[in-house]
């Protein structure tokens, strides 16, 4: 099973599958593997062009240049960043979104108490915060 580069946290326990190929076999073995399945149908059915629709307007993105898509960010439930995993933003709407601060807030602090490492200089979590707070 090949799985989309969703989980861009090395942190979380389902980065394993990020961007990764799993036989099927093992998947079927892992604890994780059947949330990991439901995860990536989430991000195959929601990346589709016609599927992107903005999680604060309800609008069809049609441009690129304004689609933001959040990946898995956690998949703790008990922390307060996972209820914005896996939303579609138009950035057109991003000033209407009634929970933007909260999301600024709850992401910096997730950076600040450690519980985010990227694999490379691009930190992606920053960058949503950068993107959003612009």
Known sequence: MLFPPFVQNMKDPYYIFN??????????ASPLGAR????????????????????????????????IFMDLLTSDAKEDLHQFNFMTIDKN???????RENFLITARKFLSDDKWKSLTKFNYLDYLIKVIES
């Open 19 to 28: 961007d990764n190929g799993v036989h099927k076999k093992c998947l079927t």
């Open 36 to 67: 990991a399945m439901e995860y990536r149908d989430i991000v195959f059915y929601k990346t589709r062009p016609e599927n992107r629709i903005c999680d604060i307007g309800g609008n069809l993105i049609t441009s690129m240049d304004d689609y």
């Open 93 to 99: 709407n991003l000033n209407k979104w009634v929970q």
